[in-house]
């Protein structure tokens, strides 16, 4: 049940990756520009980020089952307004009421999973919590494509209700409630500085992208405003005795190098993941359906290579496996630019490519994870569960910000000149996105042929270009990974020291807290 849980989460993202050309469509969507869909993905990974290390926190005080269920509700209500929503705007102010939903969903589960289970049992525990990963992914993009195939871009949310009631209702008699008996206070100041600095700074970096203009004082001020906040952020983190994110932690290179090499593989993978949907559906015109059963070879990988990396882990150490998957996640990347992946390729080699992302990530996030959790005591779980999804959903946010951005500027350098001769309207659109470029074309008809090549092309270089820099940001990764991370032996004797279990509260004193 708990990776039930995490696989709606995870669902939901999947699901959307297949769905924004659709929302991007004026005609059967909201007509959504690239800087609007970053948005609708960024508003949810941002809040939920912001808020994942408070929610661990409130876990542990109020009892991690009652804050799950609560967040499923909150989930589905969002799934429901943005399923509904009426413009780009509506769907990214719902979008950030889901990352509040699933910001109090995620930490709970890795929590529960560490209370529940023995050091002995908690890896392969873990492998098959992020093994629910790689079924999200097999089941979204292909439910996805099903749903726009029938039914309106809202279905794509819509369908989270059912799943979640249904899941809410068993975990109220399958999951057991459990609580750190010495809880943390929370810590609003630094909840708002880590949300006001991160959005700040996404929006610089979106903006940078969808001007083109990197020096301009509407993308500088708002990076500059966003760095120092989170330095604000970061300085009283380390001098509060309650900190939202204790940066303390980091001390400990189990845990700095785990959440480390999370972040990295994260950031690298996410970016190409927000592109690769436009590149099969208005590059090679697939159809939604068809696009999703393209990333059935990562979830594959997934499925097959979670389950073992417990088995490899303590076969090689955690640092060699956790290396390797981030050296095949730069593998799959820099085919992108080294094959000169183009309107022409075999689908089977992007197959190929997206088999490797998906073993690369099976490999990187189950020791990552293991290492994050052996790092700290059991009752501190939710604070770790916290730390190493907070690490996930800003690098997330930060690929589709940066790389995003950098797609957008070298799709509009490229197609700077085809367009010179058009209307300025028809040209601000066309540069916005290959979307927007497909939707003039349509409109010149037959003279709009050469601009659709042009559109093709001008997105496949700027394609190239930013899986390369993910691929980099990886192998820089598997370098930090390899001088960083400790290697076999200490990570097993964490894992086998002694760790006091939490009881379950009496049911008297659970009914007085009420």
């Given at each position: ?120 049992e908690r890896g392969r525990a ?158 090679r015109g697939l159809t939604p ?226």
């Open positions: 049940m708990l990776t039930f849980s995490l696989l709606v989460v995870v669902l939901d993202n999947t699901i959307l990756n297949v769905a924004l050309k659709t929302i991007a469509d004026p005609h059967v969507g909201l007509g959504a520009t690239q800087s609007q869909l970053e948005w609708a993905i960024n508003a949810y990974t941002l809040v939920f980020a912001g808020l994942l290390f408070t929610f661990g926190v409130v876990g542990d005080r109020l009892g991690r089952r009652r804050v799950l269920i609560t967040g499923m509700t909150v989930f589905a209500l969002a799934s429901l307004l943005s399923s509904y929503a009426q413009s780009p705007g509506q769907l990214i102010w719902a979008r950030a009421l889901m990352g509040l939903g699933g910001a109090a969903i995620m930490p709970q589960t890795l929590s529960i999973i560490t209370n529940v289970f023995e050091p002995r873990i492998g098959v919590w992020s093994g629910a990963v790689g079924v999200a992914v097999a089941i979204g993009p292909v439910t996805g494509g099903l749903l726009l195939d029938h039914f309106w871009w809202g279905s794509v949310f819509l369908i989270n209700v059912p799943v979640i009631v249904v899941g809410a209702v068993l975990m109220v008699f399958l999951v057991p409630e459990s609580r750190n008996p010495r809880p943390g206070r929370l810590d609003p100041l630094g909840v708002l500085l880590s949300i006001v600095g991160l959005i700040s700074l996404s929006y610089g970096i979106i903006r940078g992208g969808e001007h083109g203009d990197w020096l301009a004082a509407g993308v500088l001020g708002p990076i500059a405003a966003g760095l120092a906040v989170l330095a604000a952020f970061a300085w009283h983190e380390a001098r509060t005795d309650h900190p939202a994110f204790d940066v303390r932690l980091f001390r400990d290179p189990r845990l700095s190098s785990g959440v480390s090499s999370i972040a990295l593989c994260f950031f690298a993978a996410s970016g190409v993941f927000f592109f690769a949907g436009f590149y099969m559906q208005s590059v359906l068809h696009a999703g059963a393209m990333l059935l070879p990562f979830a594959a990988a997934q499925l097959i290579f979670s389950p073992l990396t417990a088995t490899t882990v303590r076969r090689f150490g955690a640092r060699a496996v956790c290396a390797g998957g981030l050296l095949l996640v730069a593998m799959a990347l820099g085919a992108y630019p080294l094959l000169r992946v183009g309107t022409d390729t075999p689908l089977w080699v992007l197959c190929v490519m997206f088999f490797l992302q998906g073993a690369g990530l099976a490999n990187v996030v189950s020791p990552a994870t293991e290492a994050v959790m052996s790092a700290l005591p059991r009752e501190k779980a939710g604070a770790g569960s916290a730390l190493n999804n907070t690490a996930r959903q800003v690098a997330v946010a930060m690929g589709v910000a940066v790389l995003g951005s950098l797609l957008a500027s070298v799709y509009r350098d490229r197609l700077a000149q085809p367009l010179a001769a058009l209307p300025s309207g028809a040209r601000a659109t066309a540069s916005e996105s290959i979307e927007g470029a497909h939707a003039v074309a349509e409109r010149m008809g037959a003279a709009g042929q050469s601009l659709l090549g042009n559109a093709d092309l001008a997105f496949v270089e700027a394609m190239r270009v930013a899986a390369g820099t993910g691929a980099v940001v990886a192998l820089l990764g598997a370098l930090l990974v390899l001088r960083a991370m400790p290697g076999r032996r200490p990570l097993e004797n964490a894992a086998e020291g002694p760790v006091e279990r939490v009881p379950e509260p009496a049911p008297d004193l659970e009914k007085g807290r009420r």
